[in-house]
C-alpha cells in the first residue's frame, strides 16, 4: 500500500479495544472509524484497501499534548516540518504546540494567526495550539503561563496579581490554565559548585521549588474554581498536596514526562549537558515514585515535553549546565521509552493508551475525535510491535522495546517504515468554541 493512501480497513492479530486486545479489522469511512469487526463478520468488499498487518499491536494514535515546535523565528531549533514528521514517525497522530519558544510566541490574537499562517502546508500530522496567558479573541486549547523565568525574554513569567486576573477571566469558561510550577524560594547554590557537575545544577532547582509552585496552583484551583493543569511534573514531593486539592474538589490535573520516568541524576555524567531541563531530571527513588503515582492515578498523564535547540545552545564544549539552554527533545521516541520502563512495572497497553492518548486528548477538549478506538472517532491509528527491540542511538546505547511500523492519520497512510507520505496531511485543530470560552 503506497503511502497517502486511503485507508478502507486494518486487519490485525492484536487490536487494543478498551482494556482488551483481541484479532479484529478497524474499517474507516471518510477518515474515520465506522466500525470494529471480528475477523469472521468481515468481508472485502469491491475496492476495499485492507492494510493487513498481522501480529503488530493496532491501537489509537498517541496524542502528545506538550511540544515545543518553535516556529515562526526559531526554526533553525525545530519547525512544523520535522517536529511533525518526528511525530508521524513516533506514532503521535496529534501534537499540541506551546506557546513558546516561537517568536513571537502565542499571546495575542496576531501572533496565533502568524503562527496558524507558518504552520499551513507543514504538518505530517494533526496540530492544536495552547496559548499564553493573555486573553483576546480565537480559539485555543488552553493557556499557559509560568510561574519562574521562562527562560526566553519574550515570554515573562507572572505575579500574583496576573495570576488572580487570569482566573477571573477564565472562571465559567471551561478553559485550563497551565502552569511551568517551580518557584524562586532561594538563593541559587550554581556558582558555588563546579558548573560541570550535573548536582550542582539539580541543586540549584531543588524540590522545594515545585513545592511551593503547586501549593499556590492548588489555592488558586480551589478558590477559583477553574481548571488547573501542572506540566512536567518532576518531583515527588508535591503529590500530597495534589491529592489533597482534589479531595477537596480543586479542578487539578498533572502530567509528567518520558525524561522524569527513563533519567535519572545518577547516571548523568559530568558536563552531559544534554540532560539539563527545568525542572531538572532528579534521582531515581523519586523517580520510583512517580511510577507509583502514576499507577495510583495520582499523575493523569505522559508527554514529551519536546524542547529542542541547536547544538551550540547545550554548551557541551564547556560542559556548563549552568549556561546551557534547557529541553529534552524525545517526540519521536516517547511510545518506546515509556513501554520500555511501563511494561517492566506491570503496565498494560490498556495503560499506555490511557496515559499517552485518552487523558491528554480530554486535557485540550480533543476527546470527542482524538484518543480512542471506537465508531466515530477520527480514524487515527499506531500500528506497532511492543515486543521488538532498537538502540535508540549508538550516542545513548539505550536498547528500547516498541517499534512503530505504521501510522494512519484520519484514514490517510502517512508513515510505513521509515517513510513518510510525500505531502502533509495534517490539518490545524481549533477547539470547538463553548458559551463564554476564554479566547486569546
Known amino acids: 500500500m503506497e503511502l497517502g493512501s486511503v485507508v478502507s480497513a486494518v486487519r490485525s492479530k492484536r487490536v487494543l479495544i ?33 492494510l493487513d498487518v498481522g501480529d503488530s499491536v493496532v491501537m489509537p494514535g498517541i496524542v502528545d499534548s506538550h511540544v515545543h515546535v518553535n516556529e515562526p523565528g526559531r526554526t533553525s531549533w525545530e519547525g512544523f516540518w520535522t517536529a511533525t514528521k518526528a511525530a508521524a514517525a513516533g506514532g ?31 504538518c505530517f500530522v494533526d496540530t492544536a495550539f495552547w496559548g499564553g496567558v493573555i486573553p483576546g479573541n480565537q480559539v485555543v486549547a488552553g493557556f499557559k503561563c509560568f510561574l519562574i523565568h521562562s527562560g526566553v525574554e519574550e515570554f515573562p513569567h507572572v505575579t500574583n496579581c496576573d495570576l488572580h486576573a487570569a482566573m477571573k477571566q477564565l472562571q465559567g469558561t471551561g478553559s485550563v490554565l497551565l502552569f ?56 515527588a514531593k508535591p503529590l500530597k498536596l495534589i491529592q489533597k486539592a482534589r479531595q477537596a474538589g480543586a479542578p487539578l490535573t498533572v502530567e509528567t514526562t518520558h525524561h522524569y520516568l527513563s533519567l535519572c541524576a545518577e547516571n548523568i555524567p559530568a558536563g552531559a549537558t544534554q540532560f539539563k531541563c527545568c525542572p531538572p531530571i532528579r534521582g531515581s527513588n523519586n523517580q520510583e515514585q512517580l511510577w507509583s503515582a502514576l499507577k495510583a492515578g495520582q499523575i493523569d498523564m505522559v508527554v514529551s515535553d519536546h524542547s529542542p535547540c541547536t547544538p551550540d545552545l547545550k554548551k557541551l564544549d ?61 480514524a487515527d491509528l499506531v500500528i506497532w510491535d511492543p515486543e521488538r527491540e532498537f538502540e535508540i542511538t549508538p550516542y545513548l546505547g539505550i536498547t528500547l522495546q516498541g517499534v512503530v511500523y505504521a501510522t494512519i492519520l484520519r484514514g490517510r497512510l502517512v508513515y510505513k517504515e521509515g517513510s513518510f507520505c510525500p505531502e502533509p496531511l495534517g490539518k490545524h485543530l481549533l477547539i470547538p468554541q463553548r458559551k463564554n470560552q476564554a479566547q486569546l
Request: charged share 20%; glycine share 8%; proline share 4%.
Open 18 to 50: 478498551g482494556n482488551d486486545v483481541r484479532p479484529a479489522v478497524v474499517i474507516i469511512k471518510d477518515g474515520k472509524i465506522h466500525q470494529i469487526l471480528s475477523e469472521s463478520n468481515f468481508s472485502v468488499g469491491v475496492g476495499c484497501e485492507v
Open 92 to 122: 503521535v497522530t496529534t501534537i499540541v504546540d506551546m506557546p513558546l519558544n516561537s517568536i513571537p510566541p502565542t499571546t495575542t490574537l496576531g501572533n496565533f494567526h502568524e503562527k496558524l499562517r507558518e504552520a499551513t502546508g507543514k
Open 180 to 235: 511551568h510550577a517551580e518557584l524562586d524560594v532561594q538563593q541559587t547554590t550554581e556558582e558555588s559548585g563546579d558548573p560541570s557537575q550535573y548536582s550542582t545544577f539539580l541543586e540549584s532547582r531543588p524540590d522545594v521549588m515545585e513545592v511551593e509552585a503547586i501549593r499556590t496552583v492548588t489555592e488558586l484551583c480551589l478558590q477559583y474554581q477553574v481548571r488547573c493543569h501542572i506540566v512536567h511534573l518532576s518531583s
Open 318 to 378: 564547556t560542559g556548563d549546565f549552568s549556561q546551557a539552554w534547557g529541553g529534552i527533545s524525545s517526540l519521536q521516541f516517547g511510545l518506546p521509552l515509556f513501554w520500555s520502563s511501563a511494561k517492566k512495572r506491570g503496565f498494560q497497553l490498556s495503560d499506555v493508551v490511557r496515559l499517552l492518548s485518552r487523558k491528554t486528548a480530554q486535557l485540550c477538549g480533543l476527546d470527542n475525535q482524538k484518543g480512542s478506538l471506537g465508531p466515530g472517532y477520527d
